[in-house]
């Protein structure tokens, strides 16, 4: 497995895969790779001949006082198991090479879709996401690129960038990949506290009491919402940021009864850390 740096060494292997008529597969990731990252490798060496995992600690995508020097970073461990899953190129550009000036140029998604949820708290972490993400697909050019439901507003964000940009990419949106217990993997697992991380639970465990209200009939999106929120206040330790219902794909409010396809988005507190989660709440 070939560890790039460099935009110029990326493009130029990547140049030469591609006049040899070989499909690329493209994980943009921040590291700290865990099996919920290495489920859209194994994925993407699937499907590809060529399987291009980015490893990049997005600077933009962070807003103030939030933890860009404290984000794990991992990058020897990260090439190693990228490499066991059958990565070809781990792509770990420095920051200078994916924003050479100051001066530059953003790619913003506007509207609801970016605005509620996590772009309430986080007001400038869509427009950092597509950012990257845009600069990342002009360099490697993917047949298909991998994403995960884990970061559900996310994926609604992309798809609506590569419809409006006509980036010619094929998205695959890979499940939630979580631990025995129900937490859903993340990087940033690693900072909580062991009664944090206990309390954390309360996440899939709340989200799983509305699949349960949903299947046996409950529409009423407000009522699903103030059930799951009550359950996710129950636990001391939890702080909540959100718990919201919204209508996909274009994340508009549910007027009333859920209809169609709905995401069911949590985001919540525990200490200092933050952690999402999220299940699709859909009539048949
Ligand atoms: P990140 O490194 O957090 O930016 O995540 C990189 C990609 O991995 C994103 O598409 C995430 O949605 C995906 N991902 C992160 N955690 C999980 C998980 N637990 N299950 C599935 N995909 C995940």
Known sequence: MKIVNSIKELKSYLAEEKRNNKQIGFVPTMGALHDGHLSLVERCVKENDVCVVSVFVNPTQFGPGEDLEAYPRTLEADCILAGKMGADIVFAPAAKEMYPSADMTWVEVTGDITKVLCGRSRPIHFRGVTTVVSKLFNLAQPDR?????????????????????????????????????????SSRNTYLSQEE??????????????????????????????????????????????????ELPDLKPVAGDIT?????????????????????????
């Open 145 to 185: 690129a991998y994403f995960g439901q884990k970061d559900a507003q996310q994926v609604q964000v992309i798809k609506r960038m590569v419809k409006d940009l006509f980036f010619n990419v094929q998205l695959r949106i890979m499940p939630i990949v979580r631990e025995a217990d129900g937490l859903a993997k």
């Open 197 to 246: 991380r206990t309390a954390g639970l309360i996440l899939s465990k709340s989200l799983r009491y509305a699949e349960e209200l949903f299947k046996q009939g409950e529409r009423d999106s407000s009522r699903i919402a103030a059930e799951t929120a009550k359950l996710i206040g129950s636990e001391p330790l939890s702080e909540i940021d959100c718990v919201e219902i919204y």
């Open 260 to 284: 169609g396809s709905c995401l069911l988005a949590v985001a919540v507190r525990f200490g200092t850390t933050r952690l999402i989660d999220n299940v699709i709440l859909e009539v048949e």
